[in-house]
């Protein structure tokens, strides 16, 4: 149905677009009328049968781009070279090349500005969708902006750029603003979330970016990392949620495995607490380096029972022995008595 819309419109542009050109050249309303009718059949079927051949209403209006003017500009041509030779040839008035010219200018115009004015109708029915704003004007904000805007339930209202000598410029009809007024945009545009597009920016430089915005009420996320999109692991729209290494202003250091592997394998080793977030995920990782036994020392029945049982299931040949004790870390009789069977606790 949008095909034959659009197909419609366009058999309605292009003859409409030729008695203009008439009307324009002579200045006359009833020049174009006393044409040859050839010639609007010939510049309507070549345009069209020209529009189809190079794709153009196999184009999703929404995602229009470059290659749809390509279709555009060739059923044009093909369709002016069309009148004016018939109009050589067949009308009983000769078509000149300036009334072709100008036929030319104006479907150019209306064909192509139909399908943007299209697309731009289409963008503005998501106006309901949530606002936000892209902290970063460079290459990757202007991809996310795009992406969103065509369908992510998200309104991209405002760019937001350190950089001096591109405030005040508009990238797709959205803004640029300064980081000092993101303030007010939050009240007056209704931003309810901030979306982080610099991934080549440091860890030390997304710090500072997220302290400025820190008590503003409004969700921060953040774009995968150059080398990620880079290697095709992930898309410049793929939102995340900040990493607890973003806030650290610097580049986290990895652990040196050697030095755990000397600790921990072969070695009797104790965890206190071991049913919690963290203790568990400590049983988790030194299971990995293969100690001798690992002692599971915790207060809560339940949680020594979940943890106890993912470990065992873990290693199901059990090549590492695991014992599970229940006891307070408070209880400084039985946690001596426990730790006497590991070398290490937490």
């Not at 299209?118 to 902290?135: F, H, I, K, S």
């Not at 991209?156 to 303030?183: E, N």
């Not at 009797?268 to 607490?273: L, Q, R, S």
Request: hydrophobic share 45%; net charge neutral.
């Amino acid at each position: 149905m949008k095909r034959a819309v659009m197909l419609a419109a366009d058999a309605v542009s292009i003859p409409a677009a030729l008695w203009l050109a008439f009307v324009l050249k002579f200045d006359s309303f009833s020049d174009g009328l006393d044409s040859s009718p050839w010639l609007y059949v010939a510049a309507t079927m070549v345009s069209l049968l020209l529009f189809s051949v190079f794709g153009l209403y196999r184009s999703v209006v929404r995602y229009i781009g470059p290659q749809a003017m390509v279709a555009v500009g060739a059923g044009v041509v093909g369709s002016s070279i069309a009148i004016y030779l018939i109009g050589q040839t067949v009308a009983q008035t000769p078509v000149g090349f300036s009334t072709t010219a100008i036929y030319a200018l104006i479907a150019l115009v209306w064909v192509g500005s139909s399908r943007y004015l299209a697309r731009w109708a289409l963008l503005q029915g998501g106006a309901d969708n949530e606002c936000v704003a892209v902290y970063g004007a460079g290459e990757a904000g202007v991809r996310l902006a795009r992406a969103l805007n065509v369908g992510k339930g998200l309104r991209v209202v405002a760019f937001v750029d350190d950089k001096t000598v591109l405030r005040g410029s508009m990238i797709d009809g959205i803004s640029i603003y300064s980081p000092l007024q993101l303030p007010s945009m939050v009240e007056s545009h209704g931003i309810s979330r901030v979306l982080l597009a610099v991934p080549t920016a440091s860890r030390r430089r997304r710090a500072e970016i997220i302290r400025q915005i820190e008590g503003q009420g409004v969700m921060v996320q953040t774009i995968p990392n150059l080398a990620e999109i880079v290697s095709g692991d992930a898309r410049v729209d793929d939102l995340r949620e900040i990493d607890v290494s973003d806030l650290l202003g610097r580049d986290p250091v990895p652990p040196n495995l050697a030095l755990l592997d000397a600790c921990m394998r072969g070695k009797n080793i104790m965890v206190t607490g071991a049913g919690g977030s963290i203790g568990s995920e400590l049983c988790r990782q030194i299971l990995r380096l293969g100690p001798k036994r690992l002692v599971l020392f915790e207060n809560s029945e339940l949680a020594l029972y979940n943890i106890e049982r993912e470990l065992r299931l873990s290693q199901p040949n059990a090549p590492i022995e695991i014992v599970a004790l229940l006891g307070s870390a408070e209880n400084k009789d039985r946690a001596s008595t426990q730790s006497a069977s590991g070398s290490a606790s937490r």
